[in-house]
């Protein structure tokens, strides 16, 4: 067994780098060699850079504290010294944190080859979607400078079937092929609003949805007492909160009455409910009754199945949006509990999270890897996975590279200590404390 792999680690002082937060990195037995360098995005600094890594024995090379933007000029700075492109990282000086740096070097020191080559890598976003959240998400995208793919989940012809993986997806609809690096599925839930006529009196309004539903809603009373007609809103939850407060009480000055109700009945005597609040049954002899529900898109599961998510998935990962399936995100009412109009923020701030994963100059989180010879199928990782990475293949377990998030969940509660996230010296101890299962 050769010797493990070594970096080379330089921090840029020109930035304001956190010197301290990199103490323990510094002293980490696989840094050959660091140094802090007055401007390593100088030429001076790239000359020296170069020098040392020609003469001395380091495979890879991570940069502290620098601009995002100077890791080609490093890369080929590595790569005129032998050091292969794919072993070099930057963390920028934005991220000011031990852990940025703990991941990278990681990355980095991972011996096995990048399941996408990085020449081969896709920054263009696929937004797929309809709604509100789709049209912000476009919007802060163009923002971002991203190229973007626009699709309305009619243009997706079945069958419809999904290659590839984030930086490399390859989507067929149809005889048309799209090819992107990251995906957004922005649906918002639908409102519909239907209309039943008992005969003469007052407007009766059904609330069955949620706040997606508020603007609906106030057409509907407004439309009634324009015509001087008395208006009656029953719902189980109130959709007025926040700044929407003052609509609420608008409403009620103008003579709208509120009913909290979770069951209502249409008769032809009108709509009968047991108020919450009166703690009575009430009858009302509704002329008209306006039922305003909401409901997801026909197409949305359908979408989700494509990219290999279930049905009741919702963001889930540390970056606003993500879905648990790298290159995947998700925005939208219809995907997640935002409601009243941040729906749109949360959009927006998934398109910029999606830039950042395009882009970004620090490597992706190791995967984890199972020791099949201490392994004993126990399937406890299964069961814990987040992200379904692990599954059993012919009689052993293995550890899907697209699907894994490197959490660590399953390196930490492996009882056998069969999983490992490469490289394992980073990894396997906490405080001296071997990572797996109760030990």
Known sequence: MGEPMRAAVFICRSHGANLMAYRGLMKHPL?????????????????????????????????????????????????SAGVSPDRVAVVPYQQRTASAAELALARALDGREPVIPREARDERLLLLGEGHSFEAAAEQAAKEGLVTIALSPDGLDAPVHLLGGPGAFTLEAGEIIYRFGAALLAFDLQVEVTRETLGE??????LV??????????????GTLAEGRKAYIVSQESPFS?????????????????????EAEVSAEGVRVHDEHLGEAVLIEAGEVVTIA???????????????????????????????????FLCGSALSGHRDGSETQAAR????????????????????RVDRERCSKC?????????????????????????????????????????????????????????????
């Open 31 to 79: 840094v050959g060699h660091s140094e802090a360098l007055p401007s390593c995005c100088s030429q001076a600094g790239r000359d020296q850079i170069r020098l040392h890594l020609l003469g001395g024995k380091e495979q890879a090379l991570l940069v502290l504290g620098c601009r995002a933007s100077e890791l080609g000029r490093y890369q080929e700075v590595a790569a």
């Open 201 to 206: 009196g007052p407007s009766v309004v059904l």
């Open 209 to 222: 949805g949620g706040e997606e539903c508020r603007p609906a809603l106030v057409r509907a009373v407004e």
């Open 242 to 262: 926040g700044s929407s407060e003052g609509v609420y009480r608008a409403l009620q000055a103008r003579g709208a009455t509120f009913l909290r109700a979770a």
């Open 294 to 328: 909401s409901h997801r898109p026909m197409a949305l599961d359908r979408v989700l199945g494509v990219f290999g998510l279930p049905p009741s998935r919702r963001p889930l990962g540390p970056a606003p949006g993500d879905s648990g399936v790298p290159g995947v």
């Open 349 to 368: 701030a998934a398109a910029v999270s999606l830039a950042r994963e395009l882009r970004s100059p620090v490597p992706r989180t190791p995967k984890a």
């Open 379 to 439: 399937l406890t990782c299964l069961r814990l996975c987040p992200y379904g990475a692990p599954s059993l293949e012919h009689g052993e377990v293995v550890v899907s590279v697209e699907r894994c998030q490197g959490c660590g969940l399953c390196v930490a509660m492996c009882p056998a200590m069969a999983i490992e996230m490469p490289p394992s010296d980073l990894r396997a101890e906490v405080r001296a404390t071997r990572m797996g299962g109760m030990g």
